[in-house]
């Protein structure tokens, strides 16, 4: 019982007592009061069978004020229960932050309420910083989908869901970092991703990767790759990459480098935009392997794509053709070095390296490619979404690229080795046919360069 009631009592039975002597044998102290007022069923009657109101009145006061003590919790039990509660109701400062920060809201008001009130070069680089494109680029991207994603009845916002996936592909992050971010569940951030990437590398693919077939388009793009090599009707520049792929042990995927991959393809052109991509042979597997398995390799060999700009280098027909590494085959729409190490004669050798210097723009194509888009420098997807992310990424660079956004600090690719690939027999009168082609090409140009 709390020492200020049996203060309070005491004070009473004395003065009871003094109002009336005949009950004073009944409680001689204060704790003699508390015992007989809680175990003796005779202290009340006397007090009520009493000549005097005193005992009423001392009755009446007590049992109030047994009632209150009783009911009221000690002050030290209700401080640590308040204290308690205060703690369990008060938020985590570091989880307030660390997910509110993500929150549709936040998101919401960064998008509409305050991201038209920055200068546009402060509000474009902190949506770099954050989602690896500009506030106009990531509106374009979002405005394409957003009638996909609706069909989806996804409960978030098709610009939050957007805006959540490129900044996993922008940073590399994991579906389990970005559940914490964004309080959602793991499986539910890869469902999401999973989504968007499908429908960036099927619904925007055609309209951003495109191969040049257009009397304009393939005239700029020869024009600027002469400019850059000298050499006539270069209209692109082919090479693979290993994309790092975790939690998978086969061993068709470790490549030449060492670790688990998937094999990427492009063709860039001189404005380093990709205008075919594929992605469809494990990291073990060569570059030529790869081209030939490729819709593209199937489309040239056939004839479904047909490239009208013919040019006349020295009484030869000559098409529009791409240039790659050693490691690809000769071919008539594919032209490659003499040699790897200049040991060609003069015209051979300055031809080798004004087509390297063309095969440089897919070199830095890549390097951009891995370096906007960091998820692919590690791959945390699951295998079966491996290409679409890839792919995705590659369609978000060419945005990038077409857009003129700045160009982040290269992705720097080992060093690419390998030996010249075996002809295949449909191959054959295809390479006599370029071999003969590259040496005109070879002479021609040393003819030039050497009047100047």
Same mark, same amino acid.
């Given at each position: 019982?709390?020492?200020?009631?049996?203060?309070?009592?005491?004070?009473?039975?004395?003065?009871?007592?003094?109002?009336? !002597?005949?009950?004073? %044998?009944?409680? =001689?102290? $204060?704790?003699? #009061?508390? /015992?007989? +007022?809680?175990?003796? &069923?005779?202290?009340?009657?006397?007090?009520?069978?009493?000549?005097?109101?005193?005992?009423?009145?001392?009755?009446?006061?007590?049992?109030?004020?047994?009632?209150?003590?009783?009911?009221? !919790?000690?002050?030290? %039990?209700?401080? =640590?229960? $308040?204290?308690? #509660?205060? /703690?369990? +109701?008060?938020?985590? &400062?570091?989880?307030?932050?660390?997910?509110?920060?993500?929150?549709?809201?936040?998101?919401?008001?960064?998008?509409?309420?305050?991201?038209?009130?920055?200068?546009?070069?402060?509000?474009?680089?902190?949506?770099? %910083?954050?989602?690896?494109?500009?506030?106009?680029?990531?509106?374009?991207?979002?405005?394409?989908?957003?009638?996909?994603?609706?069909?989806?009845?996804?409960?978030?916002?098709?610009?939050?869901?957007?805006?959540?996936?490129?900044?996993?592909?922008?940073?590399?992050?994991?579906?389990?970092?970005?559940?914490?971010?964004?309080?959602?569940?793991?499986?539910?951030?890869?469902?999401?991703?999973?989504?968007?990437?499908?429908?960036?590398?099927?619904?925007?693919?055609?309209?951003?990767?495109?191969?040049?077939?257009?009397?304009?388009?393939?005239?700029?793009?020869?024009?600027?790759?002469?400019?850059?090599?000298?050499?006539?009707?270069?209209?692109?520049?082919?090479?693979?990459?290993?994309?790092?792929?975790?939690?998978?042990?086969?061993?068709?995927?470790?490549?030449?480098?060492?670790?688990?991959?998937?094999?990427?393809?492009?063709?860039?052109?001189?404005?380093?935009?990709?205008?075919?991509?594929?992605?469809?042979?494990?990291?073990?597997?060569?570059?030529?392997?790869?081209?030939?398995?490729?819709?593209?390799?199937?489309?040239?060999?056939?004839?479904?794509?047909?490239?009208?700009?013919?040019?006349?280098?020295?009484?030869?027909?000559?098409?529009?053709?791409?240039?790659?590494?050693?490691?690809?085959?000769?071919?008539?729409?594919?032209?490659?070095?003499?040699?790897?190490?200049?040991?060609?004669?003069?015209?051979?050798?300055?031809?080798?390296?004004?087509?390297?210097?063309?095969?440089?723009?897919?070199?830095?194509a890549i390097g951009l490619l891995k370096g906007r888009w960091r998820i692919l420098q590690d791959l945390n997807v699951g295998m079966n979404h491996a290409p679409q992310t890839i792919v995705a990424c590659c369609v978000l660079h060419n945005l990038c690229q077409i857009a003129r956004e700045p160009e982040p600090d290269l992705w720097k690719e080992p060093e690419e080795s390998g030996s010249p690939p075996r002809l295949l027999e449909s191959e054959k009168p295809l390479y006599l046919f370029s071999d003969k082609l590259r040496q005109v090409l070879a002479d021609d140009l040393h003819q030039r360069l050497s009047s100047r």
């Amino acid at each position: 019982m709390d020492q200020s009631f049996l203060l309070m009592l005491s004070n009473l039975l004395h003065l009871h007592n003094h109002l009336d !002597p005949t009950t004073a %044998s009944l409680l =001689s102290d $204060a704790s003699t #009061a508390s /015992a007989s +007022a809680t175990t003796s &069923p005779t202290s009340p009657t006397s007090l009520l069978s009493s000549t005097s109101a005193a005992p009423l009145l001392f009755f009446t006061i007590a049992s109030v004020l047994s009632y209150v003590a009783s009911s009221r !919790p000690s002050s030290s %039990s209700s401080t =640590s229960a $308040a204290a308690a #509660a205060a /703690a369990a +109701a008060a938020p985590n &400062p570091a989880a307030t932050s660390s997910t509110s920060d993500y929150s549709v809201s936040a998101f919401r008001a960064l998008s509409t309420e305050h991201i038209w009130a920055m200068e546009a070069p402060l509000r474009d680089a902190q949506w770099r %910083s954050l989602y690896g494109l500009s506030y106009p680029v990531f509106t374009t991207v979002v405005d394409k989908l957003k009638p996909h994603i609706a069909l989806s009845n996804l409960s978030l916002p098709s610009d939050y869901a957007v805006a959540m996936v490129l900044s996993r592909l922008c940073h590399g992050f994991s579906a389990k970092t970005l559940s914490s971010r964004y309080s959602l569940e793991p499986y539910l951030i890869s469902k999401i991703t999973n989504m968007v990437t499908r429908l960036l590398a099927t619904k925007l693919y055609p309209e951003f990767i495109k191969i040049p077939v257009s009397r304009r388009r393939l005239h700029e793009t020869t024009q600027a790759f002469e400019e850059l090599t000298s050499l006539p009707n270069m209209c692109g520049a082919i090479d693979g990459s290993p994309v790092k792929i975790r939690n998978n042990s086969n061993p068709s995927h470790r490549c030449q480098y060492g670790f688990q991959s998937v094999l990427l393809q492009v063709v860039a052109d001189h404005k380093k935009i990709f205008w075919d991509v594929c992605v469809k042979a494990p990291g073990g597997t060569d570059d030529a392997t790869h081209l030939r398995d490729s819709l593209l390799y199937n489309r040239l060999t056939s004839g479904d794509i047909v490239w009208d700009k013919v040019i006349n280098v020295r009484n030869h027909h000559v098409r529009p053709y791409i240039v790659g590494d050693r490691c690809y085959p000769l071919l008539s729409f594919l032209l490659n070095p003499f040699s790897p190490n200049g040991s060609g004669t003069p015209a051979q050798n300055l031809f080798d390296s004004a087509l390297m210097k063309g095969r440089s723009v897919v070199v830095e194509a890549i390097g951009l490619l891995k370096g906007r888009w960091r998820i692919l420098q590690d791959l945390n997807v699951g295998m079966n979404h491996a290409p679409q992310t890839i792919v995705a990424c590659c369609v978000l660079h060419n945005l990038c690229q077409i857009a003129r956004e700045p160009e982040p600090d290269l992705w720097k690719e080992p060093e690419e080795s390998g030996s010249p690939p075996r002809l295949l027999e449909s191959e054959k009168p295809l390479y006599l046919f370029s071999d003969k082609l590259r040496q005109v090409l070879a002479d021609d140009l040393h003819q030039r360069l050497s009047s100047r």
